[in-house]
C-alpha cells in the first residue's frame, strides 16, 4: 500500500523569504501524480500545484514549485517570497493510476512571520 | 457557480444516534470520496465511488455506511454515531479516468459526538 510522509509537523518562515516543505512517498508503482493541497483556517481545501511522475520537469505555479526526486521518492514544495496569505496547512498527496484513491500525508502547518 | 456542497456546516450529535452527511456536486464527476480530518492524523479516507452505483471501502470504513444512487449525491451516514466519530468530514469529486484530476472539496462538516 502507498504511503505518505511529512516529517515536519510545524514550520515558520519570516515573510518574503523562502521555505520549503518535504514530503516522502513510497509507492511500487512507476506511474502515478503527486498533488500539494492549502488548507487556509478557512478550512477549505486548494489545489497548490500538481506533478506527472512520468515528467522529469518540476511543476511551478508563481511562487510555489516542486522538486520532485522520483528516485528517492521525494515531492518537496517550495514556496518563494513567502506572503502572510500563504498561513496554511498544507497537505502532500499521491494520486495511483491503477487504484482511483488519493492518499494524504498528516500535513506541515506554516506560519508565517511578519 | 459549479461545487461542490456539503450540509450541515456542523452538527453536535448524541451517541447512539443516526445521522446522515449531505454531499451534493454539479460539475457531473464519476468519483466521489467521503475524508474525515482530525488533527495530527491528516485526511484519511472512509469509503469512495468511482461511479453511480458502485461504493468502495477506504482506510477507516467501520461505522460509516454509504450509497451512489446517481452521479450527483453522495451521502454518508453513521448508524450509531460513537465519541470517536468526533471530526471534520470532507467530500470530495473528481474527474474519472482523469487522473491528473485533482480532487474538488466541499467545504467541510464539524461533526461533534458528545
Known amino acids: 500500500a502507498q504511503t505518505v510522509t511529512q516529517s515536519q509537523p510545524e514550520m515558520s518562515v519570516q515573510e518574503a523569504e523562502t521555505v520549503t516543505l518535504s514530503c516522502t512517498y513510497d509507492?511500487?508503482?512507476?506511474?502515478?501524480?503527486l498533488f500539494w493541497y492549502k488548507q487556509p483556517p478557512s478550512r477549505q481545501m486548494i489545489l497548490v500545484i500538481r506533478q506527472e511522475a512520468y515528467k522529469q520537469q518540476n511543476a511551478t505555479e508563481n511562487r510555489f514549485s516542486v522538486n520532485f526526486q522520483k528516485a528517492a521518492k521525494s515531492f518537496s514544495l517550495k514556496i518563494s517570497d513567502s506572503q502572510l496569505g500563504d498561513a496554511a496547512m498544507y497537505f502532500c498527496?499521491?494520486?495511483?493510476?491503477?487504484?482511483?484513491?488519493?492518499?494524504f500525508g498528516k500535513g506541515t502547518r506554516l506560519h508565517i512571520l511578519p | 457557480i459549479a461545487g461542490i456542497t456539503q450540509a450541515p456546516t456542523s452538527q453536535i450529535l448524541a451517541a447512539g444516534r443516526r445521522m446522515t452527511l449531505r454531499c451534493t456536486q454539479d460539475?457531473?464527476?464519476?468519483?466521489m470520496y467521503w475524508y474525515r480530518q482530525d488533527l495530527g492524523l491528516g485526511l484519511r479516507l472512509i469509503h469512495y465511488?468511482?461511479?453511480?452505483?458502485?461504493?468502495g471501502k477506504g482506510e477507516v470504513p467501520d461505522g460509516y455506511s454509504v450509497s451512489r444512487a446517481n452521479t450527483d449525491d453522495f451521502p454518508l451516514t453513521l448508524a450509531s454515531a460513537v465519541p470517536s466519530q468526533t471530526s471534520v468530514y470532507f467530500c470530495?469529486?473528481?474527474?474519472?479516468?482523469?487522473?491528473?484530476?485533482?480532487?474538488?472539496f466541499g467545504n467541510g462538516t464539524r461533526l461533534t459526538v458528545t
Open positions: 470530495a469529486s473528481s474527474a474519472e479516468g482523469s487522473y491528473n484530476s485533482p480532487l474538488h
Open positions: 498527496a499521491y494520486r495511483s493510476i491503477q487504484r482511483d484513491k488519493i492518499i
Open positions: 509507492t511500487s508503482e512507476s506511474d502515478y501524480y
Open positions: 465511488s468511482n461511479t453511480a452505483g458502485t461504493t
Open positions: 460539475m457531473r464527476h464519476n468519483a
